[in-house]
């Protein structure tokens, strides 16, 4: 009986960890998942958030822009590395292709930068951010601010490595 009771309480604590981990936002087929953002130092003006998107649907779509009440300007950034150095670029939109899944995200070059920050992102805080598809329109999804994971390879977005000189 105390195995499994003890089984159960493993499965149980399991699931909430799974769940608290995880979240996802639906506008008809498309699913945005675990919107999430990393905690900035105080007197940075920049934040950097992460999503990926589902698409369950038989039709293309594109994310086409986001935005947020956090900050002056949000958008969607591409990198590359010139001479070592990052350089940041805007992009109109990133394809989401019937039945893919597309990561703006950690570990690959797609991001949301968050301009102009009106209070800096805090451990554990969440917050409000649009986001805007060419066909199926707009969702509000919650950004959860954490620390990444050690285990998901996660970039690591100083201030001083990266040329913001575009923006």
Request: net charge negative.
């Amino acid at each position: 009986m105390f195995k499994l009771f003890k089984h159960l309480a493993f499965c149980a604590a399991f699931l909430v960890a799974v769940s608290a981990s995880a979240h996802s936002f639906k506008i008809g087929e498309l699913e945005v998942i675990h919107p999430h953002a990393r905690p900035t130092t105080p007197g940075i003006q920049n934040g950097v958030a992460w999503f990926g998107v589902k698409n369950a649907g038989a039709s293309d779509d594109r994310v086409i822009g986001v935005e947020s009440p956090i900050a002056d300007h949000a958008e969607i950034h591409d990198m590359t590395m010139d001479n070592d150095v990052m350089r940041m670029f805007k992009v109109d939109g990133v394809p989401v292709p019937a039945g893919e899944t597309v990561t703006l995200g950690q570990g690959n070059k797609l991001h949301v930068m968050l301009m102009g920050l009106k209070q800096p992102l805090k451990e554990g805080d969440a917050f409000d951010m649009t986001v805007h598809f060419e066909k199926a329109g707009s969702v509000p999804v919650q950004v959860w601010v954490e620390q990444p994971s050690a285990a998901s390879g996660a970039m690591q977005h100083q201030e001083d490595q990266h040329d913001h000189s575009a923006h």
